[in-house]
């Protein structure tokens, strides 16, 4: 497992130190351990973290609720894969949610008949998703 020190860290999540020294004071990230000298060494699920704060960053969520997100995926489960594409979902949802809501004024500005064929085509599609997620969730709990 590879360990991280401070700099390599943000070079390779392309933060500053600053940065990460912030995150770790919010408990945003933990060093996985402390070398003899003090220094804080971070392991790769870290630089996911990270990767995963910006891009929630990027979706104008606060950092209060990127930390309430992470918390609680990371309790779900200890494998690191099902947790990362579990945020990942729930980012997506959480966006496409914001976007339907960007939707809904342009909605009542078309005809009926239009309005119709939007909502029945963005129906179908998340119905077949629906049903496929509860799928997958279904046979992961057998």
């Given at each position: 497992?590879?360990?991280?020190?401070i700099?390599?860290?943000s070079?390779?999540?392309?933060?500053?130190?600053?940065?990460?020294d912030?995150?770790?004071?919010?408990g945003?990230i933990?060093?996985?351990q402390?070398?003899?000298?003090?220094?804080r060494?971070y392991?790769?699920?870290t630089?996911?973290?990270?990767?995963?704060i910006?891009?929630?960053?990027?979706e104008?969520?606060?950092?209060e609720?990127?930390?309430n997100?992470l918390?609680?995926?990371?309790?779900v489960?200890?494998?690191?894969?099902?947790t990362?594409?579990?945020?990942?979902?729930?980012?997506?949802?959480?966006?496409?949610?914001?976007?339907?809501n960007e939707?809904?004024?342009?909605l009542?500005?078309?005809?009926?008949a239009q309005?119709?064929?939007?909502?029945?085509?963005?129906?179908?599609?998340?119905a077949?998703?629906?049903?496929a997620?509860?799928?997958?969730?279904e046979?992961?709990?057998?």
């Amino acid at each position: 497992m590879k360990l991280y020190r401070i700099g390599e860290l943000s070079k390779a999540a392309g933060v500053s130190e600053r940065t990460i020294d912030y995150y770790t004071k919010l408990g945003l990230i933990t060093p996985e351990q402390r070398t003899q000298k003090n220094y804080r060494l971070y392991n790769s699920e870290t630089l996911n973290r990270i990767e995963r704060i910006i891009q929630m960053k990027l979706e104008k969520y606060s950092l209060e609720e990127i930390k309430n997100s992470l918390d609680k995926w990371s309790n779900v489960s200890a494998n690191e894969q099902v947790t990362s594409k579990l945020n990942s979902l729930e980012i997506h949802v959480e966006q496409l949610e914001r976007e339907m809501n960007e939707l809904k004024p342009l909605l009542e500005e078309m005809k009926p008949a239009q309005q119709r064929k939007v909502v029945t085509a963005l129906l179908t599609k998340s119905a077949a998703c629906m049903e496929a997620l509860k799928i997958m969730l279904e046979s992961s709990m057998m």
